[in-house]
């Protein structure tokens, strides 16, 4: 008997062929892209002179490496535009961004070498772990091990962090301001040939 190769089984076999070449994609090591990025944030809070600045910049991308059933070897890039900063004040702005050294180095750089404490992405659920790796800020690179929230809805993963930056780690010194700053970003990526 020959196998099914007669024309009106060629369909369901092409079928079935990309049905399985998608779901290796998925299996596999795969690029992941930010999807929508006017929705990826960073939004900031620090004080000056016991003044509270809350700040966003809607300029983040990311371009991470990983498997949704071993993230523990995950890799990539996340990265904010510091020249898209806005606390509502165009003047503050343009000091602050003077205060980050934007102009010399415009973006301030998470560089993902694992993730911890998660082995797998769940369809449907949050899942928390630390993304570990180093975040560079005024052309000073730093380790950081930031928590991190993961959700996967089957193929996209919607990506939350919140995390404290030491501005003196990164040789930025803001008179009056808090030592640190808390900041959360927050995106969400899509597989990418």
Known sequence: MKPMQSPKFRPLLLALFGAALSISALAANTNYRVANA???????????????????????????????????????????????????IGLRDEHARGYLGAEKHPNAIFTLSSIGGIKNLEKGKDITGTAIGKFDLNGIAKPLNAPITLKFDGTRVNVSTTFNVTLSDHNISIPGSDPTVAVKVNFT????P
């Open 38 to 88: 006017p929705a990826a944030t960073a939004e900031f809070n620090f004080s000056v002179t016991l003044i509270p600045i809350p700040g966003r910049i809607n300029a983040v991308s990311a371009a991470l490496n990983f498997d949704p059933k071993n993230l523990g070897k995950t890799t990539g890039t996340v990265s904010v535009n510091l020249s898209k900063l806005d606390t509502g």
């Open 189 to 192: 990526l899509e597989p990418k």
